[in-house]
């Protein structure tokens, strides 16, 4: 299948086990978010650490949130360090992609087995 941003997610995904590989599981997030955009930048991916958001409601701006990454300006990564995902982490990231003008995001969990989920939202439904 050719999904949208499929190569970038690709690239995003490997850099995600060469930092997993390298650090294990039980650190705390913010190891592996300086981490996870070190990899991507050496990786020649354009990265923004806790990117600042606005959130609209009907075209009008109801708030802020912080991106943990944003590469390329087109992927909105969510990381997580928890055990295993939960459904209310899968929520959060789609819920940040109906608010926003990003389609398509990643969930990546640094637990005791790295997880991986892809979500995208058009922006034709929005």
């Known amino acids: 299948m050719n999904y949208q941003h499929n190569d970038l997610t690709k690239k995003i995904i490997g850099c995600f086990y060469n930092v997993y590989n390298s650090l294990g599981y039980g650190f705390l997030e913010k190891v592996y978010e300086n981490s996870f955009a070190l990899e991507l930048k050496q990786n020649g991916l354009f990265t923004v650490q806790q990117m600042p958001i606005k959130v609209s409601y009907k075209e009008q701006p109801v708030g802020d949130y912080f991106a943990d990454l944003v590469v390329a300006n087109k992927i909105i990564l969510e990381l997580k360090a928890q055990e295993v995902l939960a459904p209310e982490n899968e929520a959060q990231l789609l819920n940040y992609l109906k ?28």
């Open 99 to 126: 608010a926003t003008e990003y389609e398509v995001g990643l969930l990546l969990n640094f637990g005791k087995k790295p997880e991986i989920k892809r979500k995208i939202f058009s922006n034709d439904l929005k």
